[in-house]
């Protein structure tokens, strides 16, 4: 497989052009990659700080208040973080994590960076950082895109209606993209002008966040992810399209949680996929999922500005869902019942109990799960706000592009009109009938039980 020694300028953004600064060092302020190998914004770091003959120095912003995030997030998170320190140390790079806002611990420590790199991410918060920093800085700041296969710049100028208006933009120019990116050496060690920082060490306990408990089924960090997906490729890939939708046989790779926080990246996964040699329906599934669907995600948080609210969706099935807004409930649960699994459906209260526990949901449990709640509320607007509380509380790969455009999906965002029917309207509908068909829930059920017991089950996908 060839490598790519350049950095493709189509991944590039200069956002504050200026003189450099009279610094010791290139600043790459970490966000949305975390990882120290094929981050197409630390390579292009090094690089600058060997053209400058500087050093380079990877840093990290760490506040208790980010958007949603609890304790199950931050343990998994820093569990990562800390890994990725160490591959950088051993590449001679500085790392530094700090509490702060991510713009405050950026902008101090760019006082003595001769210019500053920061990767792009595609939500409101990640949004503001950059504008921020870019007001706080005097000198220049480079964003780049390392996290969709094809950049975003090379895709479309707006939003998409759905994956098959995204697909062949997307198709027409992977290949082009799917290449090795090279690892190049810091000329000038910077281990030696690392600043003052946190110590992982004891640092979870020392956040003030909401106590939601980390989950022992998940091991963080990019080796973690490589030696999962291996597994994936090596046993679960030949049966993924026949059972992506069968949740009591789960055959799936479970990246989710290391794309959401950037500890390993899709390009490396699909590069992994086509080393496999395997070029089959299972495959083209796969791809599906990683490079179309979740790119779709992504263009749809960064196009639409109510990414996160009911009104994100298509006119229609806004309009629909609100005909129907006054129909008649079989079933009407509080947040806090839906929250304790204590409904009348021993599927939905499994799925639930699996996301609770574990910090994952199967897939196709998740669009049963969420379409339920549409059903169990009184309003269209707080069954989207519920679906999204326990989605960005509980899931490990919360509070994502991902998430935000698979919430949006149950309420109609990136499908079209169905047959009109009760409370859904024309929106796509999901029941309990329909699950039975497709897959085998009780089995489900009982797996979810032997899960949350603590065997081995786990460690077999």
């Known amino acids: 497989m060839s490598k790519n020694a350049l950095i493709p300028e189509s991944r590039l953004a200069t956002l504050r052009e200026g003189e450099l600064g009279d610094g010791d060092y290139i600043l790459y302020h970490m966000q949305t990659a975390q990882r120290a190998e094929q981050n197409h914004a630390l390579e292009y770091a090094v690089r600058k700080a060997n053209e400058q003959e500087k050093g380079l120095l990877v840093s990290f912003g760490l506040h208790d208040d980010f958007p949603e995030a609890n304790r199950r997030h931050f343990a998994f998170m820093l569990e990562g973080l800390e890994k990725t320190a160490d591959a950088l140390r051993r590449r001679g790079i500085g790392f530094v994590l700090r509490k702060g806002s991510p713009a405050e611990v950026a902008a101090k420590l760019s006082k003595h960076a001769t210019e500053v790199v920061i990767d792009r991410g595609y939500l409101r918060y990640n949004r503001e950082f950059a504008e921020a920093l870019k007001q706080n800085l005097k000198i220049p700041l480079t964003q780049v895109e390392t996290e969709p296969p094809v950049p975003q710049s090379l895709i479309t100028d707006k939003q998409e209606y759905a994956a098959r208006t995204i697909r062949p933009k997307i198709m027409k120019k992977l290949q082009d993209h799917l290449v090795w990116l090279d690892t190049t050496s810091l000329n000038k060690d910077s281990l030696g002008m690392q600043p003052n920082g946190e110590e992982f060490e004891g640092l979870l306990d020392s956040l003030n966040v909401e106590n939601v408990l980390p989950v022992k089924f998940w091991k963080g960090g990019t080796v973690a992810a ?16 026949e059972l992506r939708n069968q949740p009591q046989k789960p055959c799936l790779s479970h990246m989710s949680p290391y794309l959401h926080f950037g500890q390993i990246s899709p390009a490396h996964l699909l590069l992994m996929l086509q080393e496999h040699d ?17 790119t779709l995600s992504q263009n749809f948080c960064l196009y639409c500005e109510d990414y996160d609210k009911l009104t994100c969706v298509p006119d229609w099935a806004y309009e629909t869902l609100q005909v129907h807004k006054d129909d008649e409930r079989e079933h009407v649960y509080t947040r806090e019942q839906l929250e304790n699994a204590e409904t009348h459906d021993p599927y939905w209260n499994a799925a639930q109990k699996e996301m609770v526990h574990t910090g994952y949901m199967h897939n196709h449990m ?13 309003t269209p607007e707080y069954a989207y706000k519920t679906t999204l509380y326990l989605n960005n509380k509980y899931f490990l790969d919360g509070r994502d592009p991902n998430s935000f455009g698979n919430v949006g999906w149950l309420f109609g965002l990136h499908d079209q009109g169905w047959k009109e029917r009760a409370i859904y309207g024309k929106v ?10 497709k897959c085998d829930p009780e089995a489900y059920v009982k797996w979810v039980e032997r899960k949350i017991e603590g065997s081995d089950i786990w460690s077999t996908v």
């Open 428 to 437: 796509r509908c999901m029941t309990q009938g329909g699950l039975k068909r």
């Open 366 to 378: 998740r669009m049963y799960w969420g379409k339920q709640i549409i059903t169990w509320t009184q």
């Open 278 to 294: 395997r070029n089959d329906e299972n495959t083209d599934s796969y791809l599906e999922e990683l490079a179309v669907r979740r």
């Open 226 to 241: 490589r030696a999962k997906f291996q597994h994936f490729l090596e046993e679960d890939l030949k049966r993924y399209d």
